[in-house]
């Protein structure tokens, strides 16, 4: 079976997501044809999802006017030439049911002045923020207890030293609240603030312990981890960052939700987007830049590939760019035409989809780069790259997988014509590097791939030390969004999806799916020894009960809830959290990996501080858990690249010790 065929049988998200806006529009009375556009431009890819393409389900419940920019300036820019703004505004209304009556944005255009941006948007209806729940901004007060970056730390680690509950509270966690969000990511929280994004542009401040909302802007779509920091930059002292969908970056003052600067568009290739957080170092936040090239190239008349990844530093207090590093270095050059007569180039790809690692004491930020997208060979693909943060000159970079030329819609059954020969498995790196001090002294940088294996090197030069395969991996991970390590060992969750999806259609009978490397699958999480790289435990994903009501996958005959374990895990003195994209949230001793507490996301439905009812949970993938105060935060029904388990409205669930 294709992965194609796999993703159209398993994963139609449209048909089922319980509460995505109704897609049934009244003809129009003049102009463009809504429906028939999406058919002609859009359907192949989003109706039912395919790869990594949203599924229509979010783009139902996304405002109007953002899917008009994202058609104009965003990763679709290059599949709508030749429509019309008339045209992009009729697609918009014609998924959500609502008018896009704002013009289309500009190659240059920046989101509404502070004082338009700050204080109480209005959500849409169903996202509506009970009066009886808006609390009043009190100044942010930060603790020991503050996870205030994606990674917590300068070193990525997601360790949180102070969690403000001990190992033995774990086993009485309980719900305390919940809240719903389209697209939610990360949150950060400083003190009683909590700070999240989520993909269809709305950015909330909430009382960390209630939930409740202390303000929400508009139009910040991001799918990045909001960076807290105490800066003379904003009036109330503490600034916030977010890199948006749109290649630029905001910094807000995070008490009021002010703007403070908009940085100038940092990538002119349309495709490319900011998914991994940008992070901050001194006086410099440093932004990485991925794209949606992948997808883009299914399309015959498009001139594959151009995009390149890259590392941007920007000036903390000004938002000016400093300096912009690529990762692939070859010359661009023309390289053959496909049968439409497109001219086809390259070297292309290298895409950073992950958050950097600041190393200051060396000077150097770290960065884990995606495949190539063409045959033209690039060393800047799939490698970890070391950039000297003055500069951004290449240190030193270190490729694992040469050769790993991938774009979307390429199979022994189906072969676009862009498609590079020959393919790679698309292994690429998803996860950010993390560097560990050993207990001798010298440091090691530990970085994991979506072929499974797990990489120490030397952080001065790139050397490899090391290397351990803790699963078969696929296209969709092994080691897909990250890794944790405390003080002694380092903590891998692994996916395996693919192997999963295997062993489904195995029992019906059905072939494997096609053009993915096979193997037994092993889902789980182990702890390794970051000396050696020695397996120290591993405990794999128990097989659970689990219902997916937003989405109700499907595999070719009955439900398909996959067990893969690709969110990024969180580690606290003595405790592991890690989540399944069966919706099963668990806590494991990080001696052992014995199973501490168990929590189904799945198994109830939730009404939400914002109203919603009955709210389902589904997959935990992504970028993990954050804990702090005494908190453990954890977003349900992501929507991630497998289409798995995603509801369209995703709902964070909060939990502390007894739900006190």
Not at 20 to 31: D, I, K, N, R, Y
Not at 215 to 229: E, F, K, N, Q, S
Not at 278 to 298: D, H, K, N, R, Y
Not at 631 to 636: A, E, F, G, K
């Amino acid at each position: 079976m294709k992965l194609s065929q796999w993703i159209v049988a398993g994963a139609a998200l449209v048909c089922a997501a319980v509460f995505a806006t109704p897609l049934v529009v009244h003809a129009q009375a003049a102009g463009p044809d809504g429906e028939a556009l999406f058919n002609a431009r859009c359907k192949a890819c989003h109706d039912p999802a395919v790869g990594r393409a949203p599924p229509r389900a979010t783009l139902a419940v996304m405002p109007p006017t953002q899917i008009v920019e994202i058609l104009t300036t965003g990763p679709m820019a290059p599949m709508a030439t030749g429509l019309s703004p008339e045209d992009k505004r009729a697609i918009a209304a014609y998924l959500t049911a609502r008018p896009a009556t704002a013009p289309a944005a500009g190659p240059d255009a920046h989101p509404a002045p502070a004082s338009a941006r700050g204080g109480f948007a209005q959500p849409p209806a169903n996202f509506g923020v009970d009066p009886k729940c808006m609390t009043a901004a009190p100044p942010i007060r930060e603790t020991a207890s503050d996870w205030a970056s994606v990674g917590v730390d300068a070193d990525s680690r997601r360790f949180q030293r102070h969690p403000g509950l001990a190992k033995a509270d774990v086993p009485k966690l309980k719900l305390k609240w919940s809240f719903s969000m389209v697209g939610g990511g990360m949150p950060t929280v400083v003190g009683d603030w909590l700070f999240i994004t989520n993909r269809t542009g709305k950015f909330y401040a909430l009382d960390a312990k209630t939930g409740c909302v202390r303000w929400v802007l508009d139009g910040v779509a991001a799918r990045t981890t909001p960076m807290i920091v105490k800066s003379a930059i904003s009036p109330s002292g503490w600034a916030t960052f977010v890199g948006e969908r749109n290649r630029t970056v905001h910094a807000f003052d995070a008490r009021s939700g002010r703007e403070i600067w908009a940085s100038a568009q940092l990538e002119s290739n349309p495709v490319g987007a900011i998914t991994g957080t940008p992070v901050i170092s001194g006086g410099q936040l440093f932004v990485p830049m991925s794209s949606g090239e992948e997808g883009a190239a299914t399309q015959p008349a498009y001139a594959c590939c151009s995009f390149r990844g890259s590392l941007s530093a920007l000036d903390l207090a000004t938002g000016k760019v400093q300096w912009k590093t690529y990762v692939v270095t070859e010359p661009l050059h023309p390289t053959r035409k496909n049968s439409v007569g497109t001219q086809l180039q390259g070297p292309a790809g290298g895409a950073i989809w992950s958050a950097p690692t600041a190393d200051a004491r060396r000077g150097l930020v770290y960065v884990a780069t995606g495949d190539s997208y063409t045959e033209v060979d690039t060393k800047g693909a799939d490698a970890i790259v070391a950039m000297e943060m003055a500069t951004g000159k290449v240190r030193w970079s270190r490729q694992v997988t040469p050769g790993d030329n991938f774009i979307m819609g390429c199979n022994a059954a189906v072969r676009g014509l862009n498609c590079p020969n020959p393919m790679g498995p698309d292994y690429d790196f998803g996860a950010s590097p993390i560097l560990f001090k050993l207990a001798a002294g010298r440091d090691v940088l530990l970085s994991g791939q979506k072929s499974g294996t797990v990489y120490g090197m030397d952080p001065d030069s790139g050397r490899l030390i090391w290397s351990t395969k803790v699963g078969s991996g696929s296209a969709l991970g092994g080691v897909e969004w990250g890794m944790a390590a405390d003080d002694k060992r380092l903590y891998v969750a692994n996916s395996d999806i693919l192997n999963l999806m295997d062993e489904i259609l195995a029992r019906q009978g059905q072939p494997p799916v096609e053009g993915e490397a096979s193997g037994p699958a092993r889902p789980g999480l182990s702890a390794l020894d970051p000396a050696t790289g020695k397996v120290l435990w591993t405990t794999p994903a128990p097989v659970a009960p689990c219902r997916y009501a937003g989405d109700a996958s499907r595999a070719p005959a009955g439900s398909a809830c996959i067990r893969a374990q690709s969110a990024a895990p969180s580690v606290i003195p003595g405790v592991v959290f890690s989540g399944t994209m069966d919706g099963w949230f668990r806590a494991y001793d990080a001696a052992s990996g014995q199973i501490l507490w168990a929590n189904s996301t799945t198994a109830q439905a939730y009404d939400t501080l914002n109203q919603v009812k009955a709210q389902p949970g589904g997959a935990i993938d992504g970028l993990g858990p954050t804990i702090a105060g005494g908190m453990v935060y954890v977003m349900s029904g992501f929507n991630g690249p497998s289409r798995t388990g995603g509801n369209g409205i995703n709902v964070l669930l909060a939990y502390s010790v007894a739900g006190r």
